[in-house]
């Protein structure tokens, strides 16, 4: 039986568009080294008191967006403050590669791994 060969075509983020907002969001990809957006998907299990009374039940998948970014508080509009902000809110999101035309966007609830921005010492 002759094998299948997948075809693929490649790409390497360049010019890409990692948006937060909606239509009139802003676009941090200049402070993002690496966008992915992550799987995750899991089961639950019932075992009853009987040898056969196990049921496996697959649950939802959920995605999570990750983001590696450079950590700026400096700049008043930079993607760290922006997170920290917005922390605990749901937001549109896009990511665009390198101007393709399939395009990933959702609503991501932010989860930021940021410290708080740090404080002007006292005058």
Same mark, same amino acid.
Request: charged share 15%; no cysteine; glycine share 4%.
């Given at each position: 039986? =002759?094998?299948? *060969? ?11 568009? *990692?948006?937060?907002?909606? *239509? ?9 080294? +690496?966008?992915?957006?992550? =799987? ?72 930021? +791994?940021?410290?708080?921005? =740090? ?5």
């Amino acid at each position: 039986m =002759p094998v299948t *060969v997948q075809s693929v075509q490649p790409f390497i983020m360049r010019n890409a568009i *990692v948006a937060f907002g909606g *239509v009139d969001g802003i676009d941090f990809a200049h402070a993002v080294s +690496s966008a992915a957006l992550t =799987p995750s998907a899991g089961t639950a299990e019932f075992k009853g008191l009987k040898p056969a009374a196990t049921f496996t039940f697959p649950q939802a998948t959920t995605w999570t967006l990750d983001l590696t970014y450079a950590q700026d508080w400096s700049a008043a509009d930079s993607l760290s403050r922006y997170l920290y902000e917005h922390r605990g809110e749901v937001l549109d999101f896009t990511i665009n590669p390198d101007d393709q035309t399939t395009t990933p966007s959702d609503t991501v609830a932010v989860a930021t +791994s940021s410290t708080a921005p =740090p404080t002007a010492p006292a005058v």
